[in-house]
């Protein structure tokens, strides 16, 4: 490949653009140095280099006045952005007298600074240091991790993203077909029939609800706080385990998405503006899986679904 055919490797612009073509997750790198002073920054350089020993590393611009800690510290830590922590990757990535003020954290090793909902946080021990071009690249030996199962955060062509499963990879997971005389039987099965509709409702939706950044149980609780539920309510409306409900309460709180006003729990603002995006998401999904059906149609199979819930 030459410079005329890829548009002058000299242009810096041109250069970032071209990158950005690489999806990447977000990250927020934390670490805490011998005088105590926290510091943290928003960065999609991070990779992995070795699994034995496990080594990561990342990259970090000569001019950061974070970098001193981080050269000092005996450990930092990765804590990978879950979907709906956009605003905490804004936060690290501007400057700011105080980037931690009103965030839970957590300690790891070398006190570094653990970030609360993260998809993912390996905790690392400083490894090496090498010089490359404008920036310092920082090699971890990673001696801790936590793997919250959360979608990630990523950053493409200039912006935030979100991953969905490639629908190439969903046919070919897709189960073999059962024989013409068991499904003819099972197609007369209306509980069958019921459950493989959700099922494939969910293959399409879920994906799309995880993105988010939030749990099945915590979008689901926000879907029905429009106005308020006592906590027995909220229970019977989601119809999950009392300690599912709980830790759910618990997370939407820390997020600032719910608040509890006397015996009721309420949306914040904040969460008022989830559940509308996740209403929206819905009603997206609902249009694309019922496009090819007339509005009687729709409108008959409400009222059938209706009416058999009303016989609980």
């Keep these: 490949m030459t410079d005329q055919a890829s548009g002058g490797v000299g242009d810096p612009r041109l250069f970032r653009r071209a990158l950005g073509n690489f999806a990447t997750g977000v990250t927020v790198m934390t670490a805490c140095g011998p005088d105590g002073q926290q510091v943290g920054v928003t960065a999609n350089s991070f990779n992995s280099v070795s699994l034995d020993p496990p080594l990561i590393l990342w990259s970090i611009d000569k001019r950061s006045g974070s970098y001193p800690v981080f050269r000092d510290a005996s450990h930092f830590a990765v804590n990978i952005l879950a979907a709906d922590q956009i605003e905490l990757s804004n936060r690290f990535a501007r400057p700011a007298e105080d980037k931690f003020a009103g965030l839970t954290l957590q300690s ?13 946080r390996f905790v690392c021990e400083r490894h090496a240091l090498h ?3 404008d920036h310092w690249i920082v090699i971890g030996k990673v001696v801790a991790l936590d793997d919250f199962g959360r979608a990630p955060l ?5 912006s935030y993203a979100m991953a969905f499963p490639h629908s190439l990879q969903q046919k070919k997971d897709a189960p073999p077909p059962a024989s013409d005389s068991l499904q003819r039987r099972l197609n007369d099965n209306i509980y069958y029939l019921l459950t493989q509709a959700v099922r494939a409702y969910q293959h399409h ?6 993105a988010t950044g939030l749990r099945i149980s915590e979008a689901r609780m926000l879907l029905v706080l429009e106005h308020g539920l006592e906590a027995a309510a909220l229970h019977g409306e989601v119809n999950m385990p009392e300690r599912e409900v709980e ?3 618990e997370m939407l709180q820390r997020k600032g998405l719910i608040c509890r006003q006397q015996q009721q729990y309420q949306l914040t603002a904040q969460g008022m503006h989830q559940a509308e995006a996740l209403h929206d998401l819905a009603e997206q999904q609902q249009r694309e899986m019922l496009a090819g059906f007339s509005e009687q149609e729709v409108a008959a199979l409400k009222n059938i679904l209706r009416a058999i819930i009303r016989q609980r």
């Design 108 to 120: 790891g090793a070398g006190a570094a600074p653990l970030l609360e909902g993260c998809a993912a």
């Design 131 to 133: 010089e490359g071009g």
């Design 154 to 158: 990523l950053y493409h062509q200039g």
């Design 205 to 210: 939706y879920q994906p799309r609800q995880m």
């Design 247 to 249: 830790q759910a309460m």
